[in-house]
């Protein structure tokens, strides 16, 4: 069964005013045994973090891991905090906002796989930001 530890992940950092980090998790591009599905860890920053309002050519599921704020999904807006579990259809309109304390974790599963150039974007600009010790 092939397992991966998060923090020995790269991660490829966004600026503000979208700011947040994004880390390939399994994805057919970088996983042999992985077909049709990507999964990737989203953290955003706390207080004005945001995903940006953006969509997807595949549909995507994001489960709220930590962090609160706010979704916005085709101009409607409702509360997230941990447990929420979001479904955002390929090609809708959708953001999430960490107002927190706190980074906002959302483990996101993109079915079927995201792009390869999307992918190979990540991939390319990730760099493992917490070196062994």
Same mark, same amino acid.
């Given at each position: 069964m092939p397992y991966k530890k998060l923090h020995e992940i790269g991660s490829m $950092?966004?600026?503000p005013p979208c700011e947040r980090s994004l880390q390939i998790l399994f994805s057919p591009q970088v996983?042999?045994?992985?077909?049709?599905?990507?999964?990737l860890m989203s953290t955003i920053a706390p207080h004005s973090g945001q995903t940006g309002t953006h969509t997807h050519p595949?549909?995507?599921l994001?489960?709220?891991?930590?962090?609160r704020g706010e979704g916005e999904e085709d101009? $409607?807006?409702?509360?997230?905090?941990?447990?929420?579990?979001?479904?955002? $259809?390929?090609g809708v309109p959708h953001n999430c906002k960490n107002y927190s304390d706190e980074t906002m974790q959302?483990?996101?599963?993109?079915?079927?796989a995201l792009p390869d150039e999307a992918v190979e974007r990540i991939i390319k600009n990730s760099e493992i930001r917490l070196k062994k010790m």
């Open positions: $950092k966004v600026d996983d042999e045994n992985v077909e049709n599905f990507t999964a595949v549909d995507e994001i489960y709220i891991i930590t962090g101009g $409607k807006t409702f509360i997230i905090e941990p447990g929420t579990i979001i479904y955002a $259809k390929a959302m483990f996101c599963i993109y079915v079927s």
